[in-house]
């Protein structure tokens, strides 16, 4: 016999986990299969800390989702018995005019985020650890900070639990089907299972089980660093937000000490490397230390101390850097959550709500219109 499922979720990372909780919360009978760990570090879903930012400089129609992202975030650690979400304030900086800080302003604008502009004397007035250039300007939004996303999957997985779900750790899916009932087969290393619906959110595997995302899915291997600071009460919480920065270098993006030492902080897609997520260089060069290290020393020198930590994790990156959310046109009862492009981790408790409406009506009444498999 076939276990036969309502719903099977495919990667119980941070879309995977808080998909499977939503599900479970409606009295669905629902399956989450995971290769690795519930949580593990071999994706993108790790890493100690995440940014949540409302100010969305990559386009204002995100916010919406972002406010609904908070509300659910809230709502689960309520529920929960450790903090998932630190409240630290985000900034968005770079020279004046530049696309991120123009972006942040007008998605706090637009939706009417309270924020302020703030000139670069004024941000290293504020926030000592900053050293930037004379012309720079920075929004700085304080209800964005960061969350702990190791713990955010314990949350989503211990909720689904108390539902009645079942979570399948260390079993890797091979490959899936529609079956002759307009439902799907999924075979695992293990076994195989039946359901109504399948959904993929397998991160930089995502390209593997769904083949329209070939090509438009991508993993692309990514380093941070945890450097100790020299005034490590310049680097606390409590007086250094979340930031993204925009310089010569590229862009970067950072958070104050939490949960190990250092001074967490990284570039975006750092040496622009595809990769196979499979069979890359997980250990992290000194060449990635260096490239990370100079942009330390020259804009947060205070925080440039010695190396505690390197780590690298995977962006998964679409060719417009927008979301995939969609159902398959040729298989409806196959949806799919990928190419989050290295910004989505504060999105998952949102997409978890989306993915369900989707396995269970086909639609939802977020806005998702533009991360539609269409668009390409």
């Known amino acids: 016999m076939t276990d036969r499922y309502d719903v099977i979720v495919l990667g119980v990372g941070g879309m995977g986990s808080a998909t499977v909780a939503h599900l479970a919360a409606r009295g669905v009978d629902v399956l989450g299969l995971e290769r690795y760990d519930v949580p593990h570090g071999y994706g993108s879903s790790h890493g100690i800390t995440r940014i949540f930012r409302l100010a969305y400089y990559e386009h204002p129609a995100y916010v919406p989702l972002l406010r609904r992202a908070d509300e659910l975030w ?9 903090q998932l979400l630190y ?7 770079g020279p004046r005019g530049d696309p991120l800080v123009e972006g942040s302003k007008r998605s706090c604008e637009d939706h009417d985020l309270d ?12 926030y000592p650890g900053y050293q930037l250039p004379e012309t720079y300007e920075a929004v700085s939004q304080p209800d964005g900070g960061f969350l702990v996303p190791e713990e955010c999957i314990v949350a989503y997985v211990d909720r689904a639990h108390r539902h009645g779900a079942t979570v399948r750790a260390r079993e890797r899916v091979v490959d899936w089907r529609p079956t002759g009932d307009d439902g799907v087969r999924v075979e695992t290393d ?13 991160g930089a595997w995502a390209a593997e089980f769904i083949d329209e995302l070939d090509g438009l899915a991508v993993p692309e291997r990514q380093v941070l660093a945890w450097l100790q600071p020299e005034e490590p009460a310049a680097f606390d919480p409590g007086a250094f937000p979340v930031w993204n920065l925009q310089v010569p270098e590229g862009r970067f ?3 104050p000490v939490h949960g190990v030492p250092g001074f967490k902080f990284g570039r975006y897609n750092h ?31 205070d925080g440039a101390g010695p190396t505690m930590r390197l780590k690298t994790c995977l962006f998964t990156n679409t060719p417009d850097d927008h979301f995939v959310i969609d159902t398959l046109p040729a ?3 196959v949806s799919v ?13 949102v997409v978890g709500e989306i993915m369900a409406d989707l396995a269970l009506e086909g639609e939802t009444d977020h806005e998702i219109g533009m991360f539609g498999l269409d668009r390409f």
């Open 331 to 333: 298989h409806p009862q």
């Open 253 to 255: 993006y950072g958070f």
């Open 190 to 202: 293990h076994r195989a299972y039946e359901a109504d619906e399948l959904v993929v959110t397998a």
């Open 337 to 349: 959550a990928a190419g989050f492009s290295g910004h989505g981790f504060k999105f998952a408790s």
């Open 74 to 82: 809230t709502e689960l650690e309520s529920d929960h018995d450790r």
């Open 115 to 126: 924020h302020e502009v703030l000139s670069s004397s004024e941000l290293v007035d504020r």
């Open 87 to 93: 409240r630290t304030g985000t900034i968005d900086a």
């Open 271 to 301: 040496r622009e490397e595809t990769v196979d997520p499979d069979a890359f260089e997980r250990e992290p060069t000194q060449a990635d230390e260096r490239l990370l290290r100079e942009f330390a020393e020259e804009y947060f020198p």
